[in-house]
Nanobody, 126 residues
Framework: QVQLVDSGGGLVQPGGALNLTCVASGRTVSEGKMGWFRQAPGKEREFVAVISVRGALTLYGDSVKGRFTISRDFAKDAVYLQMDSLRPEDTAVYYC???????????????????WGEGTQVTASS
């Protein structure tokens, strides 16, 4: 059974940066697309980004385009989310997730992912 462990969250001032890491254990997830979602208190889980199996395709939620970058390292079976120019509204728990081989039109839906990390808290505040 594969497990995803996400880390790298923390407290940062607005305008700052963080780099989240998601590492798979138990079984490789290199054959699947990998995504990041976030959930703020009292809000629904929101799509952040997804990366294809070979990394050729990346998609981003509108609120993070141009500020966040998703990447993956096959040798380490890891996925990363570089977050720059953080804003207070980026504050949330961030989750990495493994895709169920959903079509591109459904990659922004949490139901398209079958395995989730436990989440890492990101807080952008002065």
């Amino acid at each position: 059974q594969v497990q995803l462990v996400d880390s790298g969250g923390g407290l940062v001032q607005p305008g700052g940066a963080l780099n989240l890491t998601c590492v798979a254990s138990g079984r490789t997830v290199s054959e699947g697309k990998m995504g990041w979602f976030r959930q703020a208190p009292g809000k629904e889980r929101e799509f952040v980004a997804v990366i294809s199996v070979r990394g050729a395709l990346t998609l981003y939620g509108d609120s993070v385009k141009g500020r966040f970058t998703i990447s993956r390292d096959f040798a380490k079976d890891a996925v990363y989310l570089q977050m720059d120019s953080l804003r207070p509204e980026d504050t949330a728990v961030y989750y990495c997730a493994h895709d169920l081989n959903a079509p591109c039109s459904q990659l922004d839906l949490s139901a398209s992912y079958d395995i989730w990390g436990e989440g890492t808290q990101v807080t952008a505040s002065s």
